[in-house]
């Protein structure tokens, strides 16, 4: 049976004594993100556990350098001149079409 919605949790545990910090999730998006770095940084990031449900994997534990770890204070919210949203409008049209096969 897969998570509910309250159930798909992130969690980021780590102490003093260790120099790693492990990541649970149970979140699909977070587990597509951890998977991506493990993929991309297999020396940084390591699934070190996994549940399944059904047969399907529902939540994943991920072990990496808790120096990477930081919390941001405040949120970079982007200001876009006029011209970059008409460009960037622009870009993802292309893009649109490209993946339809210009259709």
Known sequence: MPLSRYEQEVQINFNAESADGELYAGSPVWIRKMDKLAQEHPE?????????????????????????????????KMILTDEEKKQRAENLKRARLHQNGGK
């Open 44 to 76: 940084t990031f390591k699934v070190i556990g996994q549940e399944r449900s059904e047969g399907k994997i529902v939540s994943k534990t991920y072990l990496f350098p808790k120096g990477l770890i930081s919390i941001r204070a405040q949120f970079r």
